[in-house]
């Protein structure tokens, strides 16, 4: 359950197989006769950053208010075009970073015993074949610190090879190149000073667009032989290698946080230890160590056929563990801070993209898709992964107060459905269902009291408490009454990227007080007056806050037993539409849950069914959302059926998650949805185990985390537990242990230390 394996070469982007280390990524596609990597680095983006908040939208906005408090569309929706999109209407976009090829002329027809496989466990990329006598492997990896990429190619005779390295598409027939100039002559003193031989190959990169960042990447190969005959000679730009053991370093750096990124790039490669079996096998040692602290274990496990055949055939459990363990290689992968300068988060396709015009950008996209990617990381035990969401999120918090105060007059902070490398907070696109949605960076704000739940770090609640302080700062002067004068409410709102028929069956986007916008608001508030209470900071916002949350409005049940979407009883332009944004506070928020809110949990489910039966869940990531909703509701069957499908319909031969086209959110949303079937803490000061196991399930888990800083491992089968359930709790918070079954045996814990439960005690 620890690797993917495949019988032939990567025939497409969508089947290659991922490395990364947080900042350099790189897609191997295995090939015998030209082997294409296509090489990323999460700062090359076109551009640099823009001015393009709207100039009049503050001065329109009683009108704009008016208009949808009148349930006039047609103006409302005349406003926001005129004055409220920005201008660019785009933010930037992420780009490739290049390609490396290797002419090696082995022909298809005269290759044998061929394998392409990457194993989780050591985070190494393996290619092996025989071609006319000779044996051939390629290993691959992706160092930390410094970041660097290593692939070593070893024979059984001495080889010729020639590499180039390009900046081209994911298109290989297009002949456009983009990159400024390649070099292999001169000797750079950097890597001299280290010894080493001037074996590179130099790209300049320059991005377009006005204030564009710049890059440089650096191959450089070293030859092993034992005889020490092992050569590299220049051919033009590109570099013949005659080896049995050639070893090739890849480095990349850009000039947004560097002045001498040049410099730098060498110095990344001068660095490292003069063995590449010692550079090698301590970053082994570091992934094993990673991979150790948390592993998903469950049977029947069809590995023994290859990924791409047991993902169209099989599909059996240990399969869902494959990909469960996948997207935590993911996560480690596409969002570490390593040696990075200028830390990103995961973007829409983690760190990974071929093409020069990505879907969407390929940025980071806030109304639910990088918020998605973090929700497998703390109880996977990945939260250092969190990190880098931080970063952006101290950046947004900067520019967001340019937005704040030129949109809407208010203090603090915000940030709309979209950002970018430059922490942009403006409106973007020109799409009215998405684009005017102020409450993006309040929700990335309600990562960090989770983070403290599972972690009890309070030096990153300070660290980032002025951040969440000027997100409530915004809320409580965005915040207006509502008709009646009784409740608080937002304008403008919406539900991010749907529509509604209102009551004279007009078509309408903007509204007052969306659901997802009252629980996002209430959490954050909340989460403000828990931080304050853990710092010990007696804020004057307090009392505010306070008075502010007795005047939310409550959630409401519509008359066909739906949870409302909008504040008003309206009807879905798309019922199965794929954002559920109104069910947010049953997941990831918690202000639904099945026993404190019972009527409003059974009006969740009834919406899930209305989504079911007009085809939501029909994107990768809005299927695995569903899985975490159907988790909450503790309903294991359709936890199964949509994982299920998630599988079938929105996955590629690679693993990755299809939109489609590829968006690494599901994914991630998927491994959290996983986890949520076989443990929950999300009740306050309650642990269940197995709440939405499937009966067919069995297997392990070990290394789970658990909201309160609880580490747990136990075994189980056709979704009873068997055998020891070990708990260790890390702070000592008080919490009752939920064991599956009727009775439901409860074990509470309130020290810290190591707990084993045996079958004995739960079982009785």
Known sequence: MSELWYQQPAATWNEALPLGNGRLGAMVHGRTETEMIQLNEATVWFGGPQKRAPEDALSNLPALRKAIREGNHIEAERLVTTYFFSNPSSQRHYEPLGNLFLDFGHKAEHVTKYRRSLDLTEGVLHVNYEHQGVCYGRQMTATDNPSVLILRLRSSAKAEFTLRLARMSDLEYESQEYHDWIETIGEDQTLRAAGLKDNTITMHVTPGGEGSNRACCVLHIQTLDKDNKGAVTKAG?????????????????????????????????????????????????????????????????????????????????????????????????????????????????????????????????????????????????????????????????????????????????????????????????????????????????????????????????????????????????????????????????LSPENSYYDKIGQKGVFCEGSTIDIQIIDTVLRDFESTTTQLRIDDELLPQVRETRTRLPPMTISKNGYLQEWAEDYNEVEPGHRHTSHLWGLYPGNSITLDKTPALAAACRETLRRRAQ?????????????????????????????????????????????????????????????????????????????????????????????????????????????GDVAIESLRGEPVTVNFPGEGGFQKHIDRAGHYTISPRDYSS
């Open 237 to 493: 730009k590109n570099l013949v290698v005659r080896s049995a053991d050639a070893v090739i370093y890849i480095a990349a750096r850009t000039s947004i946080c560097q002045t001498d990124y040049k410099t730098d790039t060498m110095s990344d490669i001068a660095k490292l230890d003069p063995s590449p079996v010692k550079v090698w096998d301590e970053q082994v040692r570091n992934n094993q160590e990673i991979w150790a602290r948390m592993h998903l274990q469950l049977s029947p496990d069809r590995s023994d056929i290859p990924t791409d055949k047991r993902l169209a055939e099989s599909r059996d459990p240990g399969l869902v563990a494959l990909y469960h363990n996948y997207s935590r290689y993911l996560l480690r992968s596409c969002s570490y801070e390593g040696d990075a300068t200028y830390p990103l988060p995961a973007n829409l396709q983690g760190i990974w993209n071929a093409s020069f015009h990505p879907a969407w950008g390929c940025r980071f996209t806030i109304n639910i898709n990088i918020q998605m990617n973090y929700w497998s990381a703390h109880p996977c035990n990945l939260s250092e992964c969190e990190l880098p969401l931080f970063t952006c999120l101290e950046r947004l918090a900067h520019n967001g107060r340019n937005t704040a105060k030129k949109m809407y007059g208010c203090s603090g902070w915000t940030a709309h459905s979209n950002t970018d490398i430059w922490a942009d907070t403006d409106p973007v696109d020109r799409w009215m269902p998405g684009t005017l949605w102020p409450l993006g960076g309040a929700w990335l704000c309600c990562h960090l009291w989770e983070h403290f739940q599972f972690t009890g770090r309070e030096d990153i609640l300070r660290k980032y408490f002025m951040v969440l302080r000027g997100c409530v700062e915004f809320l409580l002067d965005f915040l207006i009454e509502d008709s009646d004068g009784k409740y608080l409410t937002t304008s403008p709102s």
């Open 614 to 722: 007009h085809g939501g869940g029909h994107t990768g990531w809005s299927r695995a959302w569903l899985i975490n909703l159907f988790a909450r509701l503790r309903d294991a069957e359709e936890c199964q059926k949509h994982l299920d499908l998630l599988l079938a319909q929105s996955t590629l031969p690679n693993l990755f998650d299809s939109h489609p086209p590829f968006q690494i959110d599901g994914n991630f949303g998927g491994a959290a949805g996983i986890v949520e079937m076989l443990i929950q803490s999300h009740e306050s000061g309650v642990i269940r185990l197995l709440p939405a196991c499937p009966r067919d399930w069995s297997g392990s888990i070990h290394g789970v985390r658990a909201r309160g800083g609880f580490d747990l491992g136990f075994s189980f089968e056709n979704g009873c537990i068997v």
